[in-house]
């Protein structure tokens, strides 16, 4: 079994930065890809941004050039960093990995347990 923990969370200023972590532990034998989603109240959960293992990355539009994901792979663990946040980001941030346990396991998905990030002045 794979747990992630996310960490980071908060409540901040509209203009200002909060940077989320993400860490796997457990019976990882490999993670493709790590992502963030976010689910604000009322509204489905969205794809904020992602990274696969080779480095390549996406971004939701609305926080391109705000937002950057990385990923620390001999850590198992993945950032994201977010600037000139916004009220409309707030929500609560969920991490998500894709990995498998063992070389002939099959591809299985993984969530962490949310953390809050509140943007308001």
């Known amino acids: 079994q794979v747990q992630l923990v996310e960490s980071g969370g908060g409540l901040v200023q509209p203009g200002g930065s909060l940077r989320l972590s993400c860490a796997a532990s457990?019976?990882?034998?490999?993670?493709?890809?790590m992502a963030w989603y976010r689910q604000a109240p009322g509204k489905q959960r969205e794809s904020v941004a992602a990274?696969?293992?080779?480095?390549?990355?996406n971004y939701l539009d609305s926080v391109k050039g705000r937002f950057t994901i990385s990923r620390d792979n001999a850590k198992n663990t993945a950032y994201l960093q977010m600037n000139s946040l916004k009220p409309e980001d707030t929500a609560v941030y969920y991490c998500?990995?894709?990995?498998?346990?063992?070389?002939?396991?099959?591809?299985?998905?993984?969530w962490g347990q949310g953390t809050q990030v509140t943007v308001s002045s």
């Open positions: 990274i696969i293992s080779g480095g390549s990355m």
């Open positions: 457990g019976s990882i034998f490999s993670i493709n890809t």
């Open positions: 998500h990995a894709r990995g498998r346990t063992a070389v002939v396991a099959p591809l299985r998905d993984y």
